[in-house]
């Protein structure tokens, strides 16, 4: 099936994201999604349609809908952003339900796992990957960017 995502950064970056285990995660694919989500005006809804449109895996869904409500643990990610990227986030729920994990206890650094990873049903995580977005989520990229834009 040949996917088109024209216009949809966001769409086109998590097709790539979603194909493999997150903690083998494209970089480049990894950073585009975080900061179309953290600094743009896109239709979030709209990005989430087109990328669901194009996939009926599972386990990519599942891997998308993690990705995203990642996202929004940023601190960099404004009050309204999370909001909408919660609300594009239900259209995932009929599909592709997030599960309720009882936090751990006290489990050693390396037995713990990703919880939000285990909510939407995965056995992998972004791990160490996680370490891409750092640069750009600062108030210091993000002012760059903004005075760039102007």
């Known amino acids: ?3 088109s995502f024209d216009n949809h950064v966001l769409s086109s970056a998590l097709d790539t994201l979603v194909r493999s285990p997150l903690d083998q995660a494209d970089g480049v694919a990894l950073v ?4 179309e989500v ?3 005006e896109s239709n979030l809804e709209n990005e989430v349609k087109a990328f669901l449109a194009c996939h009926q895996d599972e386990t990519e869904r599942r891997r998308a809908a993690y990705l995203l409500e990642r996202f929004t643990r ?3 990610v404004s009050d ?3 909001s909408e990227t919660l609300h594009a986030l239900e259209l995932f729920i009929p599909t592709t339900p997030k599960q309720n994990v009882m936090p ?3 489990v050693s650094l390396r037995n713990r796992w990703d919880e939000l990873a285990v909510a939407w049903g995965l056995k992998e995580s972004l791990g160490l990957k996680i370490q891409a977005l750092m640069p750009f989520q600062t108030r210091h ?3 760059e960017l903004r005075s760039s834009i102007s």
Do not use: G, I
């Not at 585009?32 to 900061?35: E, G, P, R, V």
């Open 104 to 106: 751990q206890q006290s």
């Open 32 to 35: 585009n999604a975080a900061k």
């Open 80 to 82: 309204n952003r999370v």
């Open 141 to 143: 990229y993000e002012a």
């Open 74 to 76: 940023f601190a960099c």
């Open 38 to 40: 953290w600094y743009t």
């Open 1 to 3: 099936m040949s996917k």
